[in-house]
């Protein structure tokens, strides 16, 4: 059973995210690992990469990220790719969403991998009562995502655990 461990504030500069967009049609048994094994598949993660050889600086950036966007009465959409420095030029094939200088609330999901998935609400409510106001974006869309930091997801623990990151734009 997965369990929030940690829930604290991450100051992050202005970056782009690039990546692809997928939506409810593309779910198969209810998620999204099919597409995220197209992208281990395909090497999508490193053609993003090689797109700049400018520096991110910041905890975590080099973490691969399941974005999600919501909005009443919009269609979800959830898109997979990598946080890069902004202004970085995309390849064909992949699109982008520019985002601020923000501050996110952050929550490490900690459990057995196949347990980690779909907490995003458990998380949410976690930071508000540390105090934490998650907040729109202008147009009135909600962002979080799932961020897939190295060693904490990528190394199991000796009880054969691992840590997600579930992270939203707070005040």
Request: with cysteine.
């Amino acid at each position: 059973m997965a369990q929030i461990i940690k829930a604290y504030s991450q100051e992050v500069p202005a970056f782009r995210f690039i990546g692809r967009k997928y939506t409810n049609k593309d779910r198969v048994n209810g998620n999204y690992s099919a597409k995220w094994g197209e992208w281990f598949q395909n090497g999508w993660f490193d053609q993003v990469e090689k797109m700049t050889d400018k520096k991110r600086d910041y905890e975590d950036s080099d973490a691969y990220i399941g974005l999600m966007r919501c909005k009443e009465n919009e269609e979800f959409e959830y898109w997979i790719g990598i946080f890069m420095p902004e202004g970085t030029k995309i390849s064909e094939g992949f699109s982008y969403i520019d985002f601020p200088k923000s501050r996110l609330g952050v929550c490490w999901v900690y459990g057995k991998e196949c347990d980690l998935y779909m907490h995003e609400e458990e998380c949410a409510k976690e930071l508000v009562s540390k105090g934490f106001e998650i907040i729109p974006d202008k147009k009135g869309v909600y962002w979080f995502f799932e961020r897939y930091g190295c060693p904490r997801f990528t190394t199991p623990d000796d009880k054969g655990n691992v840590i997600l990151d579930i992270c939203h734009y707070i005040k």
